[in-house]
């Protein structure tokens, strides 16, 4: 049979009058048909089970279709991400710097606070130009308002003086940006510029106190790591006789403190490789030390040069 409803109701020839069942006078049976089943209903087979329905199927479908081109969609995003992460440094950097630039503006104006930053962005290139010559990736710089710029990398060499030439190349770099905009100030006779020098000079030599992590804690890994509990003293007598109350410099002290603490106890471990990253030749020391001392005196002097009472309203007579 090819009917789908024919097994429940078996065709049956009417009975005789002779026939008997269950001593029962037979009489004629008649086939009932089986009810029609709801409109996009599977019927039940002998066992109980459903059979499987046309919308269930169709709605399947069309899941595994929409898991499909979502999963699709995701992987192009991701494609897109990884094609432009080359370029995320970047945004990273100028939104940063942006933000920096808003907050110093504050304080000095927008003008000064963009020349600002500038001056802050190559001083952190030189330590980008020195770790690659070590051949070692560096990020790009990230700012943070009133605490400069960073630069992140796995490590600073690998050894002391490798620590002292990527620390001392942000204040020689950042000198002679500064230098430049001192020079076009004296050329121009602009007290804008000289006073954009002046600071330019003053953050490069801030950066060369000798206490990591600051620059010049860098430069004395590898002329004498004794010195860094000097440049600590010196960092905490600045923060109390600031008279200005700047917040920024317990800031540095503690980051300091902590950083003096695990750097000492890793040069006092007496381990092979503390003994290899602190040996440093005579003739390395004596080069470090005069790269170091030089900056200085050229910092002072560039100080000097550009140092003026105000400009835009705002008084350099205190720094």
């Given at each position: 049979?090819?009917?789908?409803?024919?097994?429940?109701?078996?065709?049956?020839?009417?009975?005789?009058?002779?026939?008997?069942?269950?001593?029962?006078?037979?009489?004629?049976?008649?086939?009932?048909?089986?009810?029609?089943?709801?409109?996009?209903?599977?019927?039940?087979?002998?066992?109980?089970?459903?059979?499987?329905?046309?919308?269930?199927?169709?709605?399947?479908?069309?899941?595994?279709?929409?898991?499909?081109?979502?999963?699709?969609?995701?992987?192009?995003?991701?494609?897109?991400?990884?094609?432009?992460?080359?370029?995320?440094?970047?945004?990273?950097?100028?939104?940063?710097?942006?933000?920096?630039?808003?907050?110093?503006?504050?304080?000095?104006?927008?003008?000064?606070?963009?020349?600002?930053?500038?001056?802050?962005?190559?001083?952190?290139?030189?330590?980008?130009?020195?770790?690659?010559?070590e051949g070692i990736k560096a990020?790009?710089?990230?700012?943070?308002?009133?605490?400069?710029?960073?630069?992140?990398?796995?490590?600073?060499?690998?050894?002391?003086?490798?620590?002292?030439?990527?620390?001392?190349?942000?204040?020689?770099?950042?000198?002679?940006?500064?230098?430049?905009?001192?020079?076009?100030?004296?050329?121009?006779?602009?007290?804008?510029?000289?006073?954009?020098?002046?600071?330019?000079?003053l953050i490069n030599l801030f950066?060369?106190?000798?206490?990591?992590?600051?620059?010049?804690?860098?430069?004395?890994?590898?002329?004498?790591?004794?010195?860094?509990?000097?440049?600590?003293?010196?960092?905490?007598?600045?923060?109390?006789?600031?008279?200005?109350?700047?917040?920024?410099?317990?800031?540095?002290?503690?980051?300091?403190?902590?950083?003096?603490?695990?750097?000492?106890?890793?040069?006092?471990?007496?381990?092979?490789?503390?003994?290899?990253?602190?040996?440093?030749?005579?003739?390395?020391?004596?080069?470090?030390?005069?790269?170091?001392?030089?900056?200085?005196?050229?910092?002072?002097?560039?100080?000097?040069?550009?140092?003026?009472?105000?400009?835009?309203?705002?008084?350099?007579?205190?720094?």
């Amino acid at each position: 049979m090819t009917d789908e409803h024919a097994w429940l109701a078996p065709p049956v020839a009417p009975l005789t009058g002779t026939e008997l069942r269950a001593g029962l006078p037979a009489a004629p049976l008649v086939a009932t048909p089986a009810p029609a089943p709801a409109p996009g209903a599977g019927a039940n087979d002998p066992f109980g089970r459903k059979r499987p329905r046309g919308r269930l199927r169709q709605k399947l479908s069309s899941g595994v279709a929409a898991v499909v081109a979502l999963v699709a969609k995701f992987g192009v995003a991701i494609k897109g991400i990884l094609i432009a992460l080359p370029n995320l440094k970047l945004f990273i950097t100028a939104g940063t710097a942006l933000v920096s630039v808003a907050a110093y503006s504050l304080f000095f104006g927008w003008w000064f606070a963009v020349g600002f930053v500038v001056l802050i962005f190559v001083h952190e290139m030189g330590h980008v130009i020195a770790l690659r010559r070590e051949g070692i990736k560096a990020s790009a710089p990230m700012f943070i308002p009133f605490m400069g710029a960073v630069i992140t990398a796995r490590s600073l060499g690998d050894n002391a003086l490798a620590e002292a030439r990527v620390g001392l190349a942000g204040p020689i770099l950042g000198s002679l940006g500064a230098a430049c905009v001192a020079v076009a100030g004296a050329l121009l006779d602009s007290n804008f510029l000289l006073a954009l020098a002046y600071i330019g000079f003053l953050i490069n030599l801030f950066n060369l106190l000798p206490i990591v992590p600051l620059d010049g804690g860098r430069a004395m890994a590898a002329m004498a790591p004794w010195m860094w509990f000097l440049g600590f003293g010196g960092l905490v007598a600045l923060m109390f006789l600031n008279s200005s109350g700047n917040p920024i410099l317990p800031i540095i002290v503690l980051f300091a403190a902590f950083d003096l603490y695990r750097r000492w106890r890793h040069r006092r471990s007496r381990t092979l490789q503390s003994a290899a990253y602190y040996r440093v030749s005579r003739r390395n020391r004596v080069i470090v030390g005069a790269v170091y001392l030089g900056l200085i005196v050229a910092l002072v002097f560039g100080m000097n040069a550009t140092h003026i009472l105000a400009n835009g309203g705002h008084s350099f007579t205190s720094i």
